[in-house]
């Protein structure tokens, strides 16, 4: 986290916790994080604390936050790197692009198979049964994208 990240956050904790014990309640950290942009989830504070149920500290707290700001900077990469085969603006990939890009480029290029394996997980995580991409060879890279940090 940045300075100005930190002294946010830590003004932000410190006014929810009006006992001033410098611990919050799930529930507190959850109404916190809304206030503050992000949603609070049982993987979160596992992260800092074996019990789910226990309150967090302002460090815990400050943790679970640098872990979601690295996060949101890897999306925002990542988002930058698929716009580039976006060439409309739709939001919308070629998967046949991809494919050839991703069995190219790089250090270690995909093969055939470990390409399909990618693809074939955002088909199965999509809300449809049937998904467009299947058909029309787009993918939508922003959901995409949200498979890829959810793995």
Excluded at 40 to 45: A, F
């Amino acid at each position: 986290l940045t300075e100005e990240q930190e002294r946010e956050f830590t003004e932000a904790f410190y006014h929810m916790d009006k006992n001033n014990t410098g611990l919050l309640w799930p529930f507190e950290l959850g109404v916190l994080m809304r206030s503050l942009g992000h949603t609070l989830t049982d993987e979160d504070i596992r992260s800092v604390k074996a019990d789910v149920e226990s309150p967090v500290s302002l460090a815990d707290f400050l943790v679970i936050m640098a872990k979601r700001e690295q996060d949101i900077e890897l999306q925002e990469k990542l988002i930058r790197a698929f716009a580039v085969f976006d060439r409309d603006g739709s939001g919308f990939i070629s998967t046949d692009e991809l494919r050839t890009q991703m069995m190219s480029l790089g250090t270690a290029p995909y093969s055939e198979q470990e390409f399909e394996t990618f693809v074939s997980e955002y088909l199965a995580e999509a809300p449809i049964k049937d998904h467009p991409a299947a058909e029309d060879g787009l993918m939508d890279y922003g959901e995409f994208i949200k498979l890829m940090l959810r793995k």
